[in-house]
């Protein structure tokens, strides 16, 4: 009776599936008045037509194209399949099994007194997030993971979840990011997995009660996470003890994070100066992290300044740090190098064909950078070749979500932007029919931010700054404007909460 498939009136099926099914019927204990009396007969469960759904959505976008790409590059007629590497070998042991035998303490010791510079892929997080604005599917990263597990155990670790992408697996991928992790976690048994995690905010944009933070961090530890790069947007350490807290009470590995905005070599930034980031190092040092995370979310830290404040907080703090940078400008590979002859420890950079622009450095170029130096990575670099040609093959499917960044821009230093905000921003000023204006968002972003008081600028209080740009230039309105009382201005939602 469950293949029938009446439509358009009512049918009596459900009623007689409850009858058949009933123990009452099913033993012959009934009587005339069972029907009368037994109320569960007329309880029907709402059939969900699951599979005529999904091929209605089918049929509905292979005629129609998805609405989100609608209007927007195509990938190539001839584009390539992507075909991940066949591992090489078995997975050899990684930092992974240095952290499960020895702790988070013995990695944060051993990474002091590593000479070579270790790296961080951050390809299936942030490569993506800032190059093509979150969308890459779990299938993509999960086909390649034993890749990098058998041809590159010698990687710091993988930065793959956390940040926006938590959000868009749900909202836009109709994904579950949790089985991402697990997935991730199974194929990658060796190596390191990170996250980027907003301290109060988790991966969200409010602040979330402490034993949400609390539960969650649990639950990223448990499902595969080994290190959390806890930060503050506005670089609150005290907002951050909580999800620090939680991170060391699971065993994992503390990131502790400071933003890095203006120019410490500027005096007319003064307000972010040389000891201020050393003093916050001290302040994530005493409160237990176990890395100082350098998060310079916009590319603004320059090789001279790079320089400079690595081998400060190197001196004066005593932590390992882990620098992350962005390419928007077009020389943070010089910074890492700058960092690197500092003293850092750890740098982030992603894959060749996911590297540049707002994204990181490339890895391949640093490894090839250093190869026969004091501070040599050691990866292969035909290993990291071999994987950076299937993201090549992965980048060419995602051609709607491209952020439109041909060439390097120095504007960053005026706008100030997080790479990982520029896509995102750019996709809502074209929604929005401000494409076209993008000059002149740029400038008002730079306008907001200096109304608000030169804030630290990473999610959310970038978002805040972002979002008031896009109402200004919708609106008409400029800084002066906004800054009279006279003028009435209907702030976003987001201002206002």
């Keep these: ?21 009933h123990p009452t019927f099913l033993d012959d204990s009934y009587t005339t008045k069972f029907i009368d009396t037994t109320e569960d007969l007329f309880h029907f469960r709402k059939r969900r037509d699951r599979a005529t759904k999904l091929l209605i959505y089918i049929a509905d976008i292979s005629v129609n194209g998805h609405p989100e790409t609608a209007g927007r590059a195509q990938p190539p007629a001839d584009a390539r399949k992507p075909v991940p590497p066949a591992p090489k070998v078995e ?21 002091l007194a590593q000479k070579r510079l270790l790296i961080t892929d951050t390809t299936m997080r942030d490569g993506h997030q800032s190059l093509l604005a979150t969308r890459m599917r779990s299938l993509d990263m999960i086909k390649v993971a034993p890749s990098y597990a058998a041809n590159l155990p010698d990687l710091f670790s993988v930065e793959c979840w956390g940040g926006a992408t938590f959000d868009v697996a749900y909202r836009f991928l109709q994904e579950s990011p949790w089985q991402r992790l697990r997935d991730l976690r ?25 034993n949400v933070v609390q ?16 930060f503050d947007s506005l670089n609150w350490v ?5 999800a620090m807290d939680a991170v060391i009470e699971t065993g994992k590995i503390c990131e502790g994070t400071v933003c890095y905005t203006g120019d410490i070599l500027d005096p007319a930034r003064a307000k972010y100066d ?31 300044a790079a320089r400079v404040l690595v081998r400060a907080l190197k001196e004066e703090v005593g ?67 071999a994987i950076s040609n299937y993201w090549e093959a992965v980048r060419e499917q995602y051609a709607a979500f491209r952020s439109g960044i041909q060439a390097p821009a120095s ?21 929005m029919g401000l494409e076209e204006r993008w000059g002149e968002i740029a400038q008002t972003y730079a306008d907001v931010n200096q109304m608000f008081g030169d804030i630290v600028k990473v999610t959310p209080s970038s978002k805040v700054v972002g979002d008031m740009a896009l109402m200004m230039v919708a609106q008409g309105l400029n800084r002066t404007q906004v800054e009279d009382p006279a003028t009435d201005v209907a702030f976003p939602d987001r201002l206002s909460t």
């Design 1 to 21: 009776m469950r293949e029938f498939r009446v439509r358009g009136v009512a049918t009596n099926i459900e009623f007689v599936i409850n009858l058949l099914k």
């Design 91 to 111: 997975p050899a042991s990684g930092t992974r099994q240095m952290l499960e035998r020895q702790g988070a303490k013995a990695v944060a010791d051993w990474m």
């Design 186 to 210: 199974e194929r990658m048994p060796n190596l390191m997995t990170q996250m980027l995690l907003r301290a109060s905010n988790g991966v969200g944009y409010t602040n979330y009660p402490d």
């Design 215 to 230: 539960s969650f961090v649990r639950q990223a530890a448990g499902s595969g996470i080994d290190i959390f790069r806890v």
């Design 238 to 242: 005290e907002n951050m003890r909580v």
């Design 274 to 304: 040389l000891k201020y980031y050393v003093d916050m190092g001290k302040q994530l040092r005493d409160a237990g992290a176990h890395v100082l995370g350098l998060k310079d979310m916009a590319g603004l830290l320059k090789p001279g």
């Design 319 to 385: 932590l390992p740090v882990h620098f992350h940078t962005h390419d928007t400008s077009g020389i943070a590979g010089a910074s890492i190098l700058a960092a690197a002859e500092a003293g850092v420890d750890a740098v982030d950079s992603a894959m060749d064909a996911f590297s540049g622009g707002t994204s990181q450095p490339a890895l391949g170029s640093i490894v090839e950078a250093l190869r026969n130096s004091d501070r040599d990575t050691g990866l292969d670099i035909g290993a990291v070749r």
């Design 411 to 431: 504007e960053v230093y005026l706008h100030e932007m997080p790479g990982g905000q520029f896509t995102n921003l750019k996709a809502q000023a074209r929604s």
